[in-house]
């Protein structure tokens, strides 16, 4: 099973809102991953935990703020949102090598933002 | 650094033609290389990869051959169908470097049509 999910599908937020996106994964991998993707491009890594720490933080806004509470979930808390923030939000897992996060990367269906 | 280059689409072909996708890397060490699929509306999936030289990745009628003395990956496919329309994503990784990022390519959208 190669599966990743993630919820809600799509979601639709004010600027003033907060809510969260969620994503899990019950291959026992301890990499997961944030990425948003705009139409169009290729996605862009926002956040890597591995073994439920943050090890990698693009330098993303505050407004976004990534949450591990166990190795098979990962949330991702959204506040105060701009429309720029507009994008398909996909949540990837991976095993862990010896060497590093240079495992294969599986991808959620991903979920849909949009901030009016 | 690392990056991957493949092929600026659009690539529109008719159904049953035959495919490939261009892809060519620059990295240090040895990366793996991959293949992702994303569907209109969906997120990506796997499609393929490969994780030494010579290694040849294949899936759903679709095949790739890592090419250390080239850098490149290119995704073939005999005859595509109208299911194949799809942003077709190259990607590399390196391995044993720590927590260096999967790296992708812009992507190429494939239109096939009837």
């Known amino acids: 099973d190669t599966e990743v999910t993630q919820t809600p599908k799509h979601l639709v937020m004010g600027m003033t809102n907060k809510k969260s996106l969620k994503c899990e994964q019950h291959?026992?991998?301890?990499?997961m991953y944030w990425y948003k993707q705009k139409a169009k491009k290729p996605p862009e890594l926002m956040f890597v935990?591995?073994?439920?720490?943050?090890?990698i933080n693009e330098s993303v806004p505050s407004r976004f703020s990534p949450e591990c509470p166990n190795s098979s979930l990962l949330n991702l808390h959204l506040h105060a949102l701009q429309p720029e923030d507009s994008a398909l939000y996909l949540c990837?897992?991976?095993?862990?090598?010896?060497?590093?996060?240079?495992?294969?990367?599986?991808f959620g269906p991903g979920t849909r933002l949009t901030v009016l | 650094g690392n990056s991957v280059t493949q092929m600026e689409g659009p690539v529109t072909l008719s159904e049953e033609a035959f495919l490939t996708i261009n892809c060519t890397y620059t990295?240090?060490?040895?990366?793996?290389l991959f293949w992702y699929v994303q569907y209109p509306g969906e997120g990506l999936q796997l499609l393929l990869k490969?994780?030494?030289?010579?290694d040849k990745g294949s899936n759903k009628g679709f095949e790739a051959t890592y090419r250390k003395e080239t850098t490149s990956f290119h995704l073939e496919k005999g005859s595509v169908q109208v299911s194949d329309s799809a942003v077709y994503f190259c990607?590399?990784?390196?391995?044993?470097?720590?927590?260096?990022?999967?790296?992708f390519g812009k992507g190429t959208r494939l239109s096939v049509i009837a």
């Open positions: 990295a240090t060490g040895y990366p793996s």
């Open positions: 291959m026992g991998h301890r990499a």
């Open positions: 990837a897992s991976s095993q862990v090598e010896a060497g590093g996060l240079g495992d294969t990367q599986y």
């Open positions: 490969a994780t030494k030289a010579d």
């Open positions: 935990y591995s073994y439920e720490k943050l090890s």
């Open positions: 990607a590399l990784i390196r391995r044993n470097s720590g927590n260096t990022p999967l790296v």
